[in-house]
Protein backbone atom coordinates (compact mmCIF):
# COMPACT_ATOMS: atom_id res chain seq x y z
CA UNK A 1 0.00 0.00 0.00
CA UNK A 2 2.81 2.48 0.35
CA UNK A 3 4.23 2.23 -2.91
CA UNK A 4 0.73 3.06 -4.46
CA UNK A 5 0.72 6.38 -2.26
CA UNK A 6 2.48 8.86 -4.33
CA UNK A 7 0.23 7.25 -7.34
CA UNK A 8 -2.98 8.56 -5.09
CA UNK A 9 -1.79 11.47 -4.02
CA UNK A 10 -0.77 12.57 -7.48
CA UNK A 11 -4.05 11.36 -9.29
CA UNK A 12 -5.83 13.41 -6.32
CA UNK A 13 -4.29 16.51 -7.08
CA UNK A 14 -4.54 16.44 -11.00
CA UNK A 15 -8.01 15.21 -10.54
CA UNK A 16 -9.18 17.96 -8.23
CA UNK A 17 -7.06 20.86 -10.09
CA UNK A 18 -8.91 19.78 -13.26
CA UNK A 19 -12.34 19.55 -11.80
CA UNK A 20 -12.38 23.08 -10.02
CA UNK A 21 -10.80 24.23 -13.27
CA UNK A 22 -14.16 22.62 -15.06
CA UNK A 23 -16.55 24.44 -12.26
CA UNK A 24 -15.18 27.39 -12.79
CA UNK A 25 -15.41 27.15 -16.62
CA UNK A 26 -19.01 25.78 -15.95
CA UNK A 27 -20.03 29.38 -13.80
CA UNK A 28 -18.45 31.81 -16.65
CA UNK A 29 -20.63 30.10 -19.31
CA UNK A 30 -23.84 30.23 -16.74
CA UNK A 31 -23.02 33.73 -16.19
CA UNK A 32 -22.26 34.30 -20.16
CA UNK A 33 -25.38 32.29 -21.03
CA UNK A 34 -27.34 34.76 -18.61
CA UNK A 35 -26.31 38.00 -20.35
CA UNK A 36 -27.26 36.53 -23.35
CA UNK A 37 -30.79 35.32 -21.90
CA UNK A 38 -31.27 39.46 -20.39
CA UNK A 39 -30.11 40.69 -23.87
CA UNK A 40 -33.15 38.18 -25.76
CA UNK A 41 -35.58 38.96 -23.48
CA UNK A 42 -34.98 42.76 -23.59
CA UNK A 43 -35.22 42.85 -27.53
CA UNK A 44 -38.53 40.59 -27.40
CA UNK A 45 -39.63 42.98 -24.64
CA UNK A 46 -38.95 46.07 -26.85
CA UNK A 47 -41.38 44.91 -30.07
CA UNK A 48 -44.17 46.63 -30.58
CA UNK A 49 -47.50 44.78 -31.35
CA UNK A 50 -49.50 45.84 -35.00
CA UNK A 51 -53.51 46.61 -33.96
CA UNK A 52 -55.42 43.85 -34.80
CA UNK A 53 -52.50 41.28 -34.84
CA UNK A 54 -53.67 39.01 -32.50
CA UNK A 55 -50.68 39.69 -30.07
CA UNK A 56 -52.81 38.63 -26.90
CA UNK A 57 -52.75 40.43 -23.58
CA UNK A 58 -50.57 43.25 -24.87
CA UNK A 59 -46.86 41.42 -25.45
CA UNK A 60 -45.54 40.09 -28.18
CA UNK A 61 -46.00 36.81 -29.47
CA UNK A 62 -41.99 35.56 -29.03
CA UNK A 63 -41.53 37.16 -25.47
CA UNK A 64 -42.54 34.12 -23.88
CA UNK A 65 -40.46 31.25 -25.42
CA UNK A 66 -37.68 34.21 -25.54
CA UNK A 67 -37.56 34.92 -22.00
CA UNK A 68 -37.66 30.93 -21.17
CA UNK A 69 -35.48 29.84 -23.72
CA UNK A 70 -33.24 32.70 -25.27
CA UNK A 71 -31.60 29.76 -27.53
CA UNK A 72 -34.75 28.30 -29.43
CA UNK A 73 -33.49 24.85 -28.87
CA UNK A 74 -36.62 23.72 -26.48
CA UNK A 75 -35.06 22.90 -23.49
CA UNK A 76 -34.48 25.11 -20.37
CA UNK A 77 -31.98 27.71 -20.23
CA UNK A 78 -27.95 26.82 -18.72
CA UNK A 79 -27.51 28.28 -15.68
CA UNK A 80 -24.16 26.41 -14.63
CA UNK A 81 -25.55 25.63 -11.43
CA UNK A 82 -23.13 22.23 -12.13
CA UNK A 83 -20.27 24.41 -11.23
CA UNK A 84 -21.45 24.13 -7.21
CA UNK A 85 -21.06 20.37 -6.88
CA UNK A 86 -17.89 19.86 -9.26
CA UNK A 87 -16.18 22.84 -7.30
CA UNK A 88 -17.04 21.18 -4.09
CA UNK A 89 -15.98 17.45 -5.31
CA UNK A 90 -12.26 19.71 -7.14
CA UNK A 91 -11.38 21.12 -3.70
CA UNK A 92 -12.35 17.80 -1.66
CA UNK A 93 -9.35 15.92 -4.12
CA UNK A 94 -7.49 18.36 -3.78
CA UNK A 95 -7.69 19.01 0.08
CA UNK A 96 -7.25 14.98 -0.25
CA UNK A 97 -4.20 14.97 -2.11
CA UNK A 98 -2.64 17.73 -0.29
CA UNK A 99 -3.38 15.66 2.78
CA UNK A 100 -1.98 12.60 1.66
CA UNK A 101 0.93 14.23 0.09
CA UNK A 102 1.65 15.91 3.59
CA UNK A 103 1.66 12.58 5.31
CA UNK A 104 4.18 10.74 3.03
CA UNK A 105 7.66 10.53 4.14
CA UNK A 106 10.50 12.21 2.70
CA UNK A 107 12.17 10.93 -0.23
CA UNK A 108 15.71 9.39 0.33
CA UNK A 109 18.63 11.70 -0.74
CA UNK A 110 20.02 11.11 -4.19
CA UNK A 111 23.39 9.73 -3.64
CA UNK A 112 22.30 6.60 -1.68
Known amino acids: MRARTPQLTTYLLI ?3 LLLAA ?3 LALAGVAADDAAAQVVGQAGSAEIA ?3 GGGAGAPAGAAT ?3 DPAGT ?3 PFTGAIA ?4 LA ?5 AGGLLLKRREPPAPPAGS
Open 84 to 87: IPLA
Open 23 to 25: AAG
Open 74 to 76: GGL
Open 15 to 17: CGT
Open 51 to 53: PGS
Open 90 to 94: GAMML
Open 66 to 68: AAG
